[in-house]
C-alpha cells in the first residue's frame, strides 16, 4: 500500500527517532531555514552529524524509526514523501 508521509516532528534536547514505530518510506527530510541552531543526527557509528538549519537530503527505502536525532528545544524536523 502506498501512503503520503508528511510530519513535522519536533526537536529535543537528547536523542529521539524520527518515528515511534517503523516506517520505510522514501522521504525529503529537511531542517527549517527558521531552526535556531543545528540538529545533531546520530551517524551510523554513532557520532553526531550536525545538519544546518535549511539544510535537506532525499532517502530512499530508509528506516524513520532508525533515524534518531537532537538538537535545541523549539526547532523542527520536516518529512515529506510516501512508502512507495
Same mark, same amino acid.
Given at each position: ?9 519536533? %526537536? ?15 522521504? &525529503?527530510?529537511? &531542517? !527549517?531555514?527558521?531552526? &535556531?541552531? +543545528? %540538529?545533531?543526527?546520530?551517524?551510523? +557509528?554513532?557520532? +553526531?552529524? !550536525?545538519?544546518?538549519?535549511? *539544510? ?5 527505502? %530508509?528506516?524513520?524509526? *532508525? ?8 526547532? *523542527?524536523?520536516?518529512? %515529506?514523501?510516501?512508502?512507495?
Amino acid at each position: 500500500m502506498n501512503n503520503i508521509v508528511m510530519r513535522k516532528v519536533a %526537536v529535543t534536547a537528547n536523542y529521539q527517532p524520527l518515528v515511534a514505530e517503523r516506517l520505510v518510506a522514501s522521504v &525529503t527530510i529537511l &531542517t !527549517p531555514p527558521a531552526n &535556531t541552531g +543545528d %540538529v545533531s543526527f546520530k551517524g551510523d +557509528d554513532g557520532s +553526531d552529524v !550536525p545538519w544546518a538549519p535549511g *539544510q535537506w537530503h532525499y532517502f530512499k527505502s %530508509v528506516d524513520l524509526g *532508525q533515524i534518531q536525532i537532537k538538537g535545541s528545544v523549539g526547532d *523542527q524536523v520536516i518529512i %515529506v514523501g510516501g512508502t512507495w
